[in-house]
């Protein structure tokens, strides 16, 4: 059963945009914290934004260029703007009950499939 599904990835240029969104099913649609990760190749799994309680958290590599929403409880989604090739990831979304929200992986037992991001010079 796919608790969470991401979508919205794709292959941009620098300088683009993408919107990746992530669906939630019934029982994480609840989840207090949903957040969004990426893993690029040979690299571990970073945090890139949060959001819980009306309050959102980003990394710095990405502030100002990322905003996360969730303005209905079984959606997120990530706009990106300003992108560039550093983006390219595979981008999770992770949900869960914790508070404070964590920026930590290791904090999130629910993941989804991910999408891929690929941003050309």
């Known amino acids: 059963l796919v608790q969470l599904f991401e979508s919205g990835g794709g292959s941009v240029q620098a300088g683009g945009s993408l919107t990746l969104s992530c669906t939630a099913g019934?029982?994480?649609?609840?989840?207090?914290?949903m957040a969004w990760f990426r893993q690029a190749p040979g690299k571990e799994r970073e945090g890139v934004a949060v959001?819980?309680?009306?309050?959102a958290e980003y990394a710095d590599s990405v502030r100002d260029r990322f905003f996360i929403s969730r303005e209905v409880k079984n959606l997120v989604t990530l706009q990106m703007w300003s992108l560039v090739p550093e983006d390219t990831a595979m981008y999770f979304c992770?949900?869960?009950?914790?508070?404070?929200?964590?920026?930590?992986?290791?904090?999130?037992?629910?993941w989804g499939q991910g999408t891929q991001v690929t941003v050309s010079p």
């Open positions: 992770a949900a869960g009950w914790q508070w404070p929200c964590p920026m930590d992986s290791d904090e999130y037992k629910w």
């Open positions: 019934t029982y994480l649609a609840s989840a207090t914290c």
């Open positions: 959001t819980g309680g009306g309050n």
